[in-house]
C-alpha cells in the first residue's frame, strides 16, 4: 500500500494521505473490528448448536461446557467494548467520516474477510504481549536484550540520547519504541499493518491510566485448555500508562511499508530489528536498506526466528534463506558482525496456560556498518 507520512512532534500516529483504493482498505479493516462481536459470537452459537443435537447423557456431562459458552458470550461483549475504545477515533488516521461503516451485525459480519477476522484476534493477544503484565517475560526475552544493548552501545552517560537516532521497523503497538524513548534516545517505529497503528494510537494517547481496560485474549482458544477458566482469563492493559509516564525522548510512530518509507542514506545511529526481517518477500532488499540508512559507525541490532511470513501464502513470490544464507547476505552489503547468537529463547504472544507452549530459537545479531567505506 503506498502511503505517504508526514512526520509529527507528539507521538501520535501520523496522519496519512491515500488514495481511494487504500481507504478502501482502510475501510474493510474498520469493518473487521466493527464485525468482531457478531464473528465471534458466531463461533460460539455454532458450538452450542451442536451441543443441543447431542444425546440428553451427553448434554448433561457438559453441563459446565455450555455454562462457559455463556460465559464466552460475555467476554467477547468486554472485547468489543475494548474495540470501540480503540477505533473511537481511528480517523486520526484519515480526514472522513467512519459512521457509515460496516455496522456490527451478523449480516454484515459475512463480508468480512477470514484473514481480517483473524488480524482483530490476532491485534488482542499483542496487546497481552506489549501492554500487560502477563506479557512482561515475554517482552523481557525479545525487548530487554535490544534495549540492553542499545544503552550500552549509546551509554547515555556518555552521550546525549536525544541526539542518537533510532529505529523500529515493524514497530507492532508500539511497546519497544516507548521503552526506547522513556530511556531519553529519538525513536520512531515504523508499522505497515493498519490494524497495529489503529490499536497502537488508541495505547500511546488514550490509555490515561494504568489497567485502564480489561479484555480476554484466549476467549478464540478452543483447544488445549486445562480448565474451563484458562479460556476466560481476563488481562488488564496498559501495564504503564504513555501518557501518565510520558517517554524522556522524543517517540513517533509512522505509517507505511518500510521499503518506501525509508529513503533518506546514512541517517540513522541504530535500527532495532525485533521479529520483523522475515516479514519481507526478498530478505535482501531489508538489509541492503537497513545498511544504506545506518549512518558509518551505525548498529543493526537483530532479534527474531527466520518465518518467513510470504512463505505459504497463495500468489506471493518469496525466498527463504537459511540462517547460513543470511550471515553470507549481512557480509556482502557491508556489516561487520559483532555478535552472532541462535539459542535465545522467545515466545511470541503465547498463552501462559495453554497445555501447547512453543517458543523459537531466534536470531540475535548485532553488526556494525563501518565508519568509512
Not at 484476534?121 to 506489549?130: E, G, M, S, Y
Not at 517505529?189 to 490509555?207: D, K, P, T
Amino acid at each position: 500500500m503506498d502511503v505517504e507520512a508526514v512526520n509529527k512532534n507528539n507521538h501520535d500516529v501520523d496522519c496519512i494521505d491515500v488514495k481511494e483504493e487504500e481507504r478502501k482498505i482502510f475501510y474493510n479493516i474498520i469493518a473487521a473490528f466493527k464485525c468482531y462481536r457478531a464473528n465471534a459470537l458466531n463461533n460460539v452459537n455454532r458450538r452450542e448448536a451442536y451441543l443441543n443435537t447431542l444425546p440428553t447423557e451427553h448434554q448433561e456431562m457438559l453441563a459446565k461446557y455450555r455454562e462457559l459458552l455463556q460465559k464466552l458470550r460475555y467476554c467477547i461483549d468486554a472485547n468489543n467494548k475494548v474495540i470501540k475504545y480503540i477505533i473511537q477515533d481511528a480517523d486520526c488516521l484519515f480526514y472522513n467520516d467512519l459512521d457509515n461503516v460496516c455496522q456490527p451485525q451478523p449480516s454484515s459480519a459475512t463480508k468480512v474477510r477470514t484473514q481480517d477476522t483473524h488480524k482483530v484476534q490476532v491485534t488482542l493477544k499483542q496487546i497481552f504481549r506489549d501492554w500487560s503484565i502477563e506479557g512482561q517475560s515475554e517482552r523481557d526475552q525479545c525487548y530487554t536484550p535490544i534495549i540492553d544493548e542499545i544503552t550500552s552501545f549509546f551509554n547515555p552517560q556518555k552521550c546525549n540520547a536525544e541526539d542518537i537516532k533510532i529505529l523500529v521497523p515493524g514497530a507492532g503497538l508500539g511497546r519497544l519504541i516507548y521503552e526506547i524513548a522513556y530511556r531519553g534516545y529519538y525513536c520512531e517505529g515504523n508499522e505497515f499493518s493498519l490494524f497495529m497503528l489503529i490499536a497502537s494510537n488508541f495505547v500511546l494517547n488514550r490509555c490515561v491510566i494504568e489497567n485502564q481496560c480489561t479484555f480476554y485474549p484466549w476467549v478464540h482458544q478452543y483447544v488445549n485448555n486445562l480448565c474451563r477458566n484458562n479460556q476466560i482469563e481476563p488481562i488488564t492493559f496498559p501495564d504503564v500508562s504513555p501518557t501518565k509516564f510520558p517517554p524522556k525522548g522524543t517517540m513517533n510512530m509512522v505509517a507505511g511499508d518500510f521499503l518506501q518509507v525509508y529513503r533518506d542514506m546514512n541517517y540513522w545511529d541504530c535500527i532495532a530489528t525485533c521479529f520483523f526481517i522475515d516479514c519481507a518477500n526478498n530478505i535482501i532488499e531489508f538489509v541492503e536498506l537497513i545498511y544504506g540508512i545506518l549512518k558509518p559507525g551505525g548498529i543493526w541490532i537483530n532479534l527474531g526466528p527466520l518465518l518467513y511470513h510470504f512463505s505459504d501464502v497463495p500468489h506471493e513470490n518469496s525466498i527463504e534463506p537459511t540462517y547460513e544464507d543470511l550471515i553470507i547476505i549481512v557480509r556482502s552489503c557491508g556489516f561487520n558482525i559483532l555478535k552472532n547468537r541462535t539459542d535465545l529463547p522467545t515466545k511470541y504472544a503465547q498463552n501462559p496456560s495453554s497445555m501447547h507452549q512453543s517458543e523459537y530459537k531466534s536470531i540475535y545479531l548485532v553488526c556494525k556498518k563501518p565508519e568509512s567505506e
